[in-house]
């Protein structure tokens, strides 16, 4: 089994900063690719980014492109997202996800979720 754990949310305003982290632990060595979604209320879960653990290779949502940078540390099995110029549509709840293929948009694609972080951007 395979828990994830996220951390790093909270309230900022309009233009700040907020540092994600994903701390992966149990028998993730089959896994190849982290991914970040995140769900506001009364909407559905919608892709933010996604990277892969051998090359570092990441894709993101045209939304956050330029804004939001993922990052990882293999030997930690940690993945970070940086966001940076936060606007308050960012406003979400915020879930990492594990897979064992490639970085994919489709959140039915990931096999383990984390509980996820509450992430608030105020203007």
């Known amino acids: 089994q395979v828990q994830l754990v996220e951390s790093g949310g909270g309230s900022v305003q309009a233009g700040g900063s907020l540092r994600l982290s994903c701390a992966a632990s149990?028998?993730?060595?089959?896994?190849?690719?982290m991914g970040w979604f995140r769900q506001a209320p009364g909407k559905e879960r919608e892709f933010v980014t996604a990277?892969?653990?051998?090359?570092?290779?990441?894709i993101y949502t045209d939304s956050v492109k330029g804004r939001f940078t993922v990052s990882r540390d293999n030997a930690k099995n940690t993945v970070y997202l940086q966001m940076n110029s936060l606007k308050p549509e960012d406003t979400a709840v915020y879930y990492c996800?594990?897979?064992?293929?490639?970085?994919?948009?489709?959140?039915?694609?990931?096999?383990?979720w984390g509980q996820g972080t509450q992430v608030t951007v105020s203007s």
């Open positions: 990277i892969s653990w051998s090359s570092g290779s990441a």
């Open positions: 149990g028998r993730t060595f089959s896994s190849n690719a």
């Open positions: 996800a594990l897979r064992s293929g490639n970085v994919r948009s489709a959140s039915a694609a990931y096999d383990y």
